[in-house]
């Protein structure tokens, strides 16, 4: 089994008499020690968040802490079990002891509705601190090393997907749809910004951007004025970390573009011709001048040959409006010899200076953009998590700390399948 441990050595030194056999020699032992986290230090770093969280209930009626409530949430998503807690009031009732208080921390178990309630009023951006406390740890113990690729830069995958939706409930910051036969459905998004690795299957997700109409506006929220809001608040220092983000074709244009660089990072973007009318036209032109430089590599990827093909050219303007931004250009395909076809065409634009030397491993960057949908949205629609479930709206906040919490548990499986080889061994890695 791959060893996706950051390995630690501890050295023994013989000659200071721990040893009475040991020679004259100064004996060096290294002893290794793989860095691991259990799902109680997870579930910790979240129980730490909680420790001071507003409860504007009236009366004498508290019965149930709203920590009780965000951590019983939790179990659920955490379990992947609809039916936890049910069982773990049973348990209770018979042998007076259950696994939500020993391993979630719970003194009381509330049903559903009491747990919606109590959620309802909380704010998600109060469980995002775990994001980062969980980064914080991968980074501390170098795992988020073994993560970086084109010139050791982390890739960070963006991408919007939907969560919630209902013709009938609705709340002010819900986005709609109105149909031809004049019903509407009401409906959440999220931006879920995911840190990928061509050689990782795992992913590390961090805190979301909700797309939602904001205070006080009356027009419908989008992807695009999200990513714009979480570029804002989340700048890098590229002295520290250099991270280049990924996304589809709806981030290319120069606002985004722009503000990325503004806020320290890198970009590989998708690029369509139907929506870069400019750059395309400049593109054709150098391509009739020669200037548009071409090349192919044959690769053997799961025991498949495939040749890599690509043209590429620097510094052309991404819009016909002055000032435009200048960007990168590249366009590759993927042909599989045993199928004799094409599997793959796209194109993008970045800020990477391209070369003969770096082409390659820049177009697998941009290419890795689909993990975000492969290993993360796709795997939280399908694969336990029920990302669009309408696990409840509430008439607050109730569907994005619900969802936070979700991504919470998706995160810490990540990360124990990363680094908890008995997780691993459960999980049939």
Request: charged content about 25%; aromatic content about 12%.
């Amino acid at each position: 089994m791959e060893n996706d441990f950051w390995l630690n050595y501890e050295i023994i030194d013989g000659s200071r008499g721990e040893n009475p056999h040991c020679s004259l020699w100064t004996l060096y032992y290294m002893k290794k020690k793989a860095v691991t986290i259990s799902p109680s230090q997870l579930i910790g770093f979240l129980d730490q968040e909680l420790n001071e969280l507003p409860d504007n209930r009236k009366g004498d009626n508290k019965k149930y802490a709203v920590k009780d409530a965000v951590m019983a949430a939790f179990s659920v998503f955490f379990t992947q079990s609809p039916s936890f807690l049910e069982h773990q009031s049973l348990m209770k009732q018979k042998k007076g002891k259950d696994n939500a208080q020993s391993l979630f921390g719970l003194s009381a178990i509330p049903c559903d509705n009491q747990i919606r309630n109590l959620l309802d009023p909380i704010s998600a951006k109060t469980v995002f601190g775990t994001f980062k406390t969980v980064y914080k740890w991968l980074d501390k113990h170098r795992i988020i090393n073994k993560f970086k690729y084109l010139e050791n830069q982390i890739l960070l995958a963006l991408d919007g997907t939907e969560y919630y939706s209902s013709k009938k409930i609705n709340c002010p910051h819900c986005n709609c749809r109105h149909h031809r036969n004049g019903s509407t459905t009401y409906y959440h998004q999220v931006v879920t910004p995911v840190i990928v690795s061509p050689s990782k299957k795992q992913v590390i997700n961090l805190a979301p951007e909700f797309i939602k109409k904001q205070d006080g506006e009356t027009k419908q929220d989008c992807e695009n004025a999200a990513v714009k809001r979480w570029l804002s608040s989340n700048s890098v220092k590229r002295e520290k970390t250099q991270i280049t983000l990924l996304g589809d074709d709806l981030y290319s244009r120069q606002p985004i573009c722009e503000l990325a660089i503004k806020q320290g990072y890198n970009f590989i973007f998708v690029a369509k011709p139907s929506s870069h009318k400019t750059l395309y036209e400049w593109l054709e032109f150098l391509e009739k001048n020669g200037e548009v430089i071409r090349g192919e590599q044959k690769k053997y990827e799961k025991e498949k040959s495939r040749i890599y093909r690509y043209n590429y050219v620097n510094n052309v303007p991404i819009r016909e409006s002055e000032p435009s931004l200048m960007v990168n250009w590249y366009e590759v395909e993927i042909f599989d010899t045993a199928k004799n076809k094409v599997i793959y065409k796209n194109s993008f634009v970045t800020n990477h200076e391209l070369n003969d030397d770096r082409i390659f491993k820049i177009i697998i960057s941009g290419k890795t953009r689909w993990k975000v949908e492969n290993e993360s949205n796709n795997i939280l629609k399908n694969q336990g998590y029920n990302l669009e479930h309408n696990f409840g709206h509430g008439q607050e906040k109730l569907a994005e700390i619900l969802l936070s919490l979700n991504l919470l548990a998706f995160l810490f499986h990540n990360v124990l399948d990363l680094v908890n080889g008995l997780y691993q061994k459960v999980r049939g890695v």
